[in-house]
């Protein structure tokens, strides 16, 4: 009983606080070394300032990537899907016909109305 009480009295120095930052950000602190860098927090502004900081860090660097994954995760998805639907049930093959021929088609309208523009800009 009275040797953690003692414990958690014992004072942690300013660097001792700090280097249990990261361990307190993931809630990986045992619940006495807890008590501890709170101890010290609550009587230690300098690190209690650093200690916000490195939180607002933590914090902001956390959202980035958050805000970051599901875009990319999201357009992964969506281009699997898409592949699925396109090759998965026809075959490579036809899916290759069935994007070809309207291209091709395109191209014989896009000659004309070239030719044509062109006459139009010639013409006197
Ligand atoms: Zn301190």
Known sequence: MEETEEAVQ???SHSEARGLFLAALDDELPDR???RLR???????????????YHRTAE?????ER???PPALAT??????????LFGQRGLFQ???????????IIPVL????VAAFLVLIAP
């Open 10 to 12: 014992i004072q942690l």
């Open 95 to 105: 899916a290759q016909v069935y994007y070809r021929v309207p291209v091709e088609a």
């Open 33 to 35: 070394e807890g008590e």
């Open 76 to 85: 992964l998805i969506m281009r699997r899907v898409r592949r699925r639907r």
């Open 67 to 69: 805000e970051r994954v």
């Open 60 to 64: 902001l660097l956390g959202r980035v």
């Open 39 to 53: 101890a010290h927090l609550d009587g230690c502004a300098d690190c209690r300032t650093g200690w916000e900081r």
């Open 111 to 114: 000659l004309g109305v070239l």
